[in-house]
């Protein structure tokens, strides 16, 4: 079918002499035309499961992607190995780029872009007029993880697909469960779909819970245990707040270490530019939430805390999945005060609207004939605090009720009562499946048994041997933990020096 072996296009394309496990049966599925559901642990190449397909197949690879950090670094990544027919168009792409990039479609091999942005009718109307080869669902346990109260568009996708004329689909991700799997399958589609499950676990990394009774323990001991262990390091937060303090805080107690912090506040440029500084071994330490890391494919990552439980096992799972890329040693390391678990509760509560809230907002277009979308959407983030996440779960049930079609409201759809218990029973039934979630993740930090192997247990029916040690029930001990320490030599200026360099900062701000 193609001119050479695959092993030789994976040598002249990116070098490599063989593929990882997966990767070939996943590409020889691609390049069959079938739609295909891919699950393979972090770290394991998953990208060049369509990158290979683009360079080799006619046409062009449309990927969608959940995260504008991520896109960067795929295309950085994809770039470096000599591929310059590549581009990224989001929110984020200023306006004449865009149009620029959307008017010369047909000169890519591989388009990056968003949920969000699929829903622009312009752009779905350039794609229609190019060959789409491939449709390509990165990070697809978003799907389930956030389609259906943070980003809805991630719902809509097999609608768009339909319009861009069916071409195949690869549904790529690292962390999903047989019920996962479902979802996604369900909601993209997937007819005939071919499955390659691989273990998720990796054997180079090490599990350890620390218990704490008062939440000043984490500090100190994250002190400490960066004072011993000098080597990159990722802290996952749930409040953005307290990443920042955290990072000021370290920066305080461990000078010699470069530690910055990193949340969905921050503007782009900023969130790049530490991306960026810590790819590049200018920044030691991390504090983030959840979003950084999804971007980051940096190989050396030794040590991924978490400052607070996450409210999934999927999450934590894609969270130290950032550890130990090269396949050397290294550990996550999760602290765990009984207040976690409010933070966790309240984080889903917050997800999502109360029904008094629904019944409320149906009454209002009905009092006061809004027809419009967007009066709609300022009332309702007026009176939420501009709760972004509430709306577009509100609007998203509005749109499939067809309450809402092309931004018009209609209000011969509107039945209060009817609408506002279809709402509610959808409301509880995701709360009851994210607290599910939440408890399982409590299980797991309180589990009497192998960490890994209960880490694993809802994904696979089997865990891999532990390269080094396993878990602080086995036997982890840190005092047998031996990374390679970051050597940043200290910088003894003198009181000249350090004056000159003031001077020259004051001098460059005026």
Request: glycine share 4%; aromatic share 10%; hydrophobic share 35%.
């Amino acid at each position: 079918m193609y001119e050479s072996s695959l092993e030789d296009y994976l040598q002249r394309y990116f070098g490599y002499t063989s593929f990882r496990t997966g990767q070939k049966e996943i590409i020889e599925s691609v390049l069959s035309q079938n739609n295909t559901l891919a699950v393979l642990p972090t770290g394991s190449g998953k990208s060049i499961c369509y990158q290979l397909p683009a360079m080799i197949m006619g046409g062009t690879v449309l990927v969608i992607s959940p995260l504008l950090s991520l896109m960067t670094d795929q295309i950085k990544e994809i770039k470096a190995f000599g591929m310059r027919d590549v581009i990224a168009i989001n929110s984020m792409t200023p306006v004449q780029e865009k149009h620029v990039s959307m008017r010369n479609l047909m000169k890519y091999k591989l388009i990056f872009t968003s949920p969000e942005m699929l829903q622009n009718s312009f752009f779905v109307t350039k794609l229609k007029k190019i060959c789409l080869s491939l449709f390509v669902v990165d990070e697809a346990h978003c799907i389930s993880q956030w389609g259906y109260e943070f980003r809805p568009d991630y719902l809509r996708l097999a609608n768009v697909h339909k319009e861009l004329n069916s071409p195949p689909i690869l549904a790529l991700t690292a962390t999903a469960t047989p019920e996962v799997q479902s979802d996604i399958i369900h909601s993209l589609q997937l007819k005939d779909c071919n499955k390659y499950i691989y273990p998720m676990d990796k054997p180079n990394l090490s599990f350890a819970v620390k218990k704490v009774t008062e939440t000043s323990e984490k500090k100190r001991d994250i002190v400490n245990t960066l004072k011993k262990f000098t080597v990159p390091t990722m802290i996952y937060f749930s409040s953005r707040k307290e990443a920042e303090n955290i990072s000021y805080f370290l920066q305080q107690e461990l000078p010699d270490l470069k530690t910055a912090f990193y949340h969905g506040a921050l503007d782009t440029t900023d969130r790049l530019l530490i991306q960026q500084q810590f790819m590049a071994n200018q920044l030691d330490v991390i504090c983030c939430t959840s979003a950084f890391g999804m971007g980051i494919n940096k190989m050396d990552v030794r040590l991924v805390i978490h400052y607070h439980a996450p409210s999934q096992l999927e999450s934590f799972i894609q969270e130290v999945g950032r550890a130990g890329r090269d396949g050397k040693e290294c550990v996550s390391l999760l602290y765990y005060h009984e207040s976690d678990q409010h933070i966790s509760r309240r984080l889903i509560e917050s997800e999502l609207p109360d029904i008094d809230l629904i019944e409320h907002v149906l009454k209002y277009i009905m009092d006061n004939q809004i027809t419009e979308r967007s009066k709609l959407e300022d009332y309702f983030l007026k009176i939420t605090g501009d709760n972004e996440i509430q709306w577009r779960f509100f609007q998203y049930q509005l749109e499939v009720r067809e309450v809402l079609i092309d931004d018009i409201i209609d209000k011969n759809m509107i039945n209060i009562d009817e609408l506002t218990k279809s709402i509610d029973r959808l409301i509880l039934k995701r709360q009851l499946y994210k607290q599910k979630k939440m408890y399982e993740m409590n299980d797991w930090i309180n589990v009497n048994k192998c960490r890994r192997a209960a880490l694993y247990e809802h994904f696979q029916s089997s865990i891999q041997k532990p390269l080094n040690m396993c878990c602080d029930y086995c036997d982890f001990k840190w005092h047998d933990w031996n990374p390679v320490m970051i050597n940043r030599k200290k910088q003894d200026f003198s009181w000249i020096e350090k004056l000159g360099n003031k001077l020259m900062q004051l001098e460059s701000q005026t």
